[in-house]
């Protein structure tokens, strides 16, 4: 009989770990975070990491895949993919429940459809030799190695671009997961003036609780403008904040309106999930016991 897993998804500041935190406490899981960013030390306000969340009842909640990788280290989809495997078998090797949770839409598809991926090698004369190129140069180069992307934002960002192409072009074969689970979807929603009104004031807090600080810190590490572009918009518009290419207003308009159309795309991808067969039970974030009552359901069946 298949393991199974329980996946917690949804936008941005709907309150995915809340919830994910909630269900390992009720029934005796450990989280695997499905955050592209996260997986990233001294990454923690502007990836929302929220570490002071895992606990239920005053009882820590054991979380993995966050703080495993050094911000100037490759990480990538395959990385992610074979580190979730491992965590899954060592979570369910001592009779817990795996609860995947996150918005990171390409990694969550990867685990629930289960994508064919090829291993590469990033260093190599190849990338020196198309780092060379600009984007629009790497763009035709792409589309017409995959016109079909998965993700589209790989069109947006040279570093991105690079990659795909590696990928693309490599000659490797495809491989999937070795885990056979049965997966219980929980999507979480918040009507959209509310979701904008908790962005925007989540925002506001980090930006006056260290997330300024926060980027300074990787700056004075070394790490490039474009590595915190790759890293997303927090990253990229506060930077742009400490390098004098944005006032302070400008940065915060600029940076809460390009959350709030990432929400909007998030959405966009778990609806894409949802016509490629992913069953997906919306709830929203007062919901709780409702998802209780699925969880519970879910976990009874077969059992």
Known sequence: MAAKLITVLGPTAVGKTRLAVHIAGKFNGEIISADSRQVYKGMDIGTGKDIEEYFFDGQPIQYHLIDIAEPDQEYN??????????????????????ILAGGTGLYLSAVLQNYSLKKVNFDSARKTQLESLCIDELNKILLSLNPNLHNS????????????????????????????????????????????????????????????????????????????????????????????????????QKLNSAIHSFAKRQMTWFRKMEKEGVKINWIRTEEIEDAYKMVDKFLSANA
């Open 153 to 252: 934002t790989d069109l947006l960002h040279k570093d991105r671009i690079v990659k795909a192409i590696i990928i693309s072009e490599s000659d490797n074969i495809p491989e999937k997961m070795n885990v056979d689970f049965d997966s219980l979807v929980i999507g979480i929603i918040k009507p959209r003036v509310e979701l904008k009104k908790n962005i925007t004031k989540r925002l506001k807090h980090r930006l006056e609780n260290g997330m300024i600080e926060e980027v300074e810190k990787l700056i004075n590490k070394g790490i490039s403008s474009e590595k915190l572009n790759f890293f997303g918009l927090e990253y990229r518009f506060v930077s742009q904040y400490i390098n004098g290419e944005l006032n302070y207003n400008d940065m915060f």
């Open 77 to 98: 989809l395959f990385s992610f993919r074979k580190d979730f495997e491992t965590a899954f078998n060592k979570i369910i090797s001592k009779n817990k429940m795996p």
